[in-house]
């Protein structure tokens, strides 16, 4: 079988992505470009593995990763192929939660199904305290008692980029990045300074209600989009776009959908790529969930795609190190949006927390953070495991759900119609607390439920979901 795509991968053995990521990415990267085409066949991963001088193994892993990621498929005794349902590309330009955390623990509840929280019992705070210990005693501490940038710490803000560029496939810089107190503010912040009233931006539904408040408070109008087992329904983005002309921005959590979990599919991202450059409106992505993957790795942000011509990032430090940790931040390839953003924030909170930032940066550098996020993760995946077995056990026949491959949530379907209302009273006066179905919705109620796990112990997890199956 002929496979006319001429090989041009550059290995950095050096750099802190491995080496089977960095084959995937490439091949991306041949596919943004065109130069591979839906259909066109990859070289076998013996052949490859041969020409990269690497283990063949390397090369199937970073064929696992692209299959995974819907940009390639694999025929039985034929081979790789781009996937042929990709929408046309457009050329790449020259450029010049989310959620915020609520409490973790429910007044008069000793079991609290949370939206996502991660277990504070495991986050590095030893080592942040002594990090911050070092850093403000300092000798030249009376240096950082001054007032710093309204952007953030610049050493800070360069580590952020930085992992933002290599793990995340980002192309940006320390000067299209702000800092913030959380990804809240990162949403005010953006609202603020990129929505004028009378503007409609469509949010997904069911969805993030703080998200919807912080849209609303900017003066604009909700235009909700459902939501589907791959998604974002383009099908009512498009019957949006057509029937208005003020269509501002559209606020996504494209990588772990919040509530449901489900991931944007390939496909649509490359339509509503393809649409935000078309129409003009500013795609707002909150990648809030974004560290803990059990799979070959998160999918890369619709932020990542160098065609994207108007976006706005935002993600936290939150669930890495601990939900009173609060730093966030905002990307942004818009410089004046950028502008705007360092000139709101100086108003409304001078500076961030500085000596903060300095300690979160020397856990960075010194692997502290690294280290952790490999060993929360395989933390959580062992609670998943447990959570998935307890639901089959105890509620299987009751709810659908597909087993997340990352994040710290399940999203339950119930075979019949509830009355939440009597499940939520129920389930009080044992003392479990679940955050109701229309705290999602607008209008009409989904008739679903997020089931966190993360913050929670095995003896919780097991008495609050056996109640629940009780009552369902």
């Known amino acids: 079988m002929l496979r006319p795509w001429q090989l041009e991968i550059q290995l950095d053995t050096t750099a802190d992505k491995a080496i089977y990521l960095q084959i995937a990415d490439a091949i991306i990267k041949d596919i943004h470009s065109g130069r591979l085409k839906a259909g066109d066949a990859l070289p076998g991963s013996r052949n490859l593995a041969q020409l990269l001088h690497v283990n063949r193994n390397t090369v199937v892993e970073a064929f696992n990763v692209l299959i995974n990621e819907e940009w390639v498929v694999s025929r039985e005794r034929k081979g790789i192929f781009v996937s042929a349902v990709l929408p046309a590309l457009i050329p790449k330009k020259d450029s010049n939660h989310p959620p915020a955390e609520k409490s973790a623990k429910a007044q008069g509840h000793h079991i609290n199904f949370d939206d996502g929280h991660p277990d504070s019992k495991i986050a590095p705070i030893t080592e942040l305290a002594r990090a911050y210990r070092q850093i403000f005693n300092q000798k030249a501490r009376w240096q950082m008692m001054g007032y710093g940038d309204e952007y953030g710490d610049t050493d800070f803000r360069k580590a952020i980029v930085q992992m933002l560029n290599q793990q995340r496939g980002l192309d940006t810089h320390e000067h299209a990045i702000c800092i913030t107190r959380g990804s809240q503010m990162a949403m005010y912040l953006a609202t603020q300074c990129l929505i004028e009233k009378g503007d409609y931006v469509m949010v997904e539904n069911p969805g993030y209600k703080p998200a919807w408040q912080t849209v609303a408070n900017a003066g604009a109008k909700l235009l909700p989009v459902s939501v589907d087992k791959d998604g974002l329904i383009i099908e009512e983005v498009i019957a949006h776009l057509q029937a208005r002309k003020k269509i501002k921005a559209i606020y996504t959590t494209p990588h772990r959908q919040y509530p449901t979990t489900v991931t944007l599919s390939l ?206």
């Not at 903060?356 to 690294?370: F, N, S, W, Y």
């Not at 996020?373 to 495991?385: E, L, N």
């Not at 609050?464 to 369902?472: A, C, Q, S």
């Open 267 to 472: 496909q649509r991202r490359l339509e509503l790529v393809k649409l935000s450059n078309e129409y003009g409106f500013t795609i707002i992505e909150d990648d809030y969930d974004n560290e803990f993957c059990f799979g070959y790795r998160p999918v890369l942000p619709i932020s990542s795609f160098p065609e994207l011509k108007n976006y706005i990032y935002i993600g936290t430090m939150s669930k890495v190190v601990a939900p009173a940790l609060r730093i966030g931040y905002l990307v942004s390839n818009n410089p004046e949006l950028i502008e705007k953003v360092g000139t709101l924030r100086k108003i409304i909170d001078v500076q961030g927390d500085t000596i903060m930032e300095q300690a979160v940066l020397q856990l960075i550098k010194d692997g502290t953070i690294k280290r952790h996020i490999r060993k929360a993760t395989h933390h959580y995946k062992a609670k998943r495991d447990f959570t998935a077995a307890l639901l089959e056990k105890q509620i299987g026949d009751k709810v659908s759900y597909t087993l997340p491959e990352g994040g710290l949530a399940f999203w339950l379907t119930p075979e019949k119609d509830i009355n939440w209302t009597e499940v939520l009273d129920k389930l009080k006066v044992k003392g479990v607390s679940i955050i109701p179905p229309d705290t999602y919705s607008i209008d009409q109620p989904v008739n679903g439920l997020r089931l966190s796990y993360g913050s929670l112990s095995e003896e919780q997890l097991t008495e609050g979901i056996t109640l629940l199956g009780k009552y369902l």
